[in-house]
């Protein structure tokens, strides 16, 4: 699976923009603020329906213009398929697979595999336990529609139950069957997640540890691990015995919602312990590994966008990374980056393929 052409429509800096794409490496050069990470992000775009940068959709769109098109033509499995994703100020986005509209964004996700290695990654390390979460949902909704379907149902329940505490707080009632309705239902949804994170990070841990290894020239030790309320007893036992905490606080508590992921570097948490260099190593290694893990069970290698990475790194490192880009397990490539010359001289090492676009 490739992209063979993608043309942009009033997103974001670009008002009218078509690129023809080589199937192994596309790197796109120039000054910081001309557009080649929104190049990246309309192909991020094309699988997921979102910007892998901006959550609001509407700011996404060229200042003042009334919507944006993007417009992407795959070869998949030598066969043409178009994905188009468009959004009209006020109205809702679209999505289209061979001009058929989705019903569900949901229904497309998987369908384009695609991994994003970036500067803003930076977050899974610095922000709350919410942005691991979605990683680690992320990946494996990409392979598995029914881990999506079922997030997507615990996430409504859930809403269901916070307006329920939130409508007995203001109404100084409460009604107990009627909270358990939803109670029951989360344990359902809960526990089918729970145990698909955990089976998940059993499979994923060894990929990534042996990616870092690669990476680091086996410098460091690192691992991930898996904190959830869940390991410890039953979603139904832990609603019951913070019902009263609930009830005060106007939302649940406790749940998959509440999961974490922790980040170890030679035993140590590696936002506190681990330098930048370590730090950016580590997310390359945590996303060469949902490479790897998509790669085996989607049967299909993603495509790989590679923003800005090189910076930060020193010489060894991004050595490393291109000696395991050029191994034949990867796809298509696109890399951005502000300096012409060091892309074209680590490229040119892949012995692939290759194009540049200036911008």
Do not use: W
Request: glycine content about 4%; overall charge positive.
């Amino acid at each position: 699976m490739y992209l063979q052409k993608l043309s942009l429509l009033n997103f974001k800096n670009f008002e009218s923009q078509s690129f023809d794409f080589q199937s192994k490496i596309n790197c796109f050069v120039g000054n910081n603020g001309i557009g080649k990470t929104n190049v990246l992000d309309a192909i991020y775009y094309l699988s997921f329906g979102k910007s892998y940068f901006n959550p609001i959709a509407t700011q996404n769109i060229r200042h003042n213009q009334e919507f944006f098109m993007i417009e992407g033509e795959y070869n998949i499995n030598n066969r043409s398929d178009k994905v188009i994703c468009s959004l009209r100020r006020g109205q809702k986005k679209v999505i289209k697979r061979n001009d058929k509209e989705y019903e569900k964004f949901s229904d497309h996700i998987g369908y384009l595999p695609l991994v994003i290695i970036s500067p803003a990654d930076r977050d899974l390390i610095i922000e709350g336990s919410d942005t691991r979460r979605k990683f680690i949902d992320g990946v494996i909704s990409q392979s598995d529609s029914s881990y999506l379907k079922t997030l997507i149902n615990y996430n409504k329940v859930l809403m269901q139950r916070n307006s329920l505490l939130k409508y007995f707080a203001a109404n100084r009632t409460f009604d107990e069957l009627n909270l358990k309705v939803y109670d029951e239902q989360l344990e359902t949804y809960g526990t089918i997640i729970h145990e698909k994170r955990k089976e998940f990070l059993t499979q994923f841990t060894p990929i990534f540890i042996d990616r870092y290894k690669s990476i680091s020239n086996g410098k460091e030790q690192v691992n991930l691990g898996y904190k959830s309320q869940m390991n410890d007893g039953s979603l139904i036992d832990l609603l019951t015995q913070s019902l009263a905490k609930d009830r005060l606080l106007q939302y649940t508590s406790v749940g998959v919602h509440k999961d974490d992921l922790f980040f170890e570097i030679d035993n140590y948490p590696i936002k506190k312990f681990g330098s930048q260099g370590q730090q950016k190593s580590f997310l390359i290694a945590l996303k060469l590994a949902q490479f790897d893990f998509i790669k085996n069970l989607a049967k299909v290698r993603p495509i790989l966008l590679l923003d800005d990475i090189f910076d930060k790194l020193d010489a060894n490192r991004v050595s490393q990374i291109i000696d395991l880009v050029n191994q034949d397990d990867f796809g298509q490539l696109f890399i951005s980056d502000t300096h012409a010359d060091r892309t074209e001289e680590v490229v040119k090492k892949t012995n692939q393929s290759y194009q540049i676009f200036r911008l």
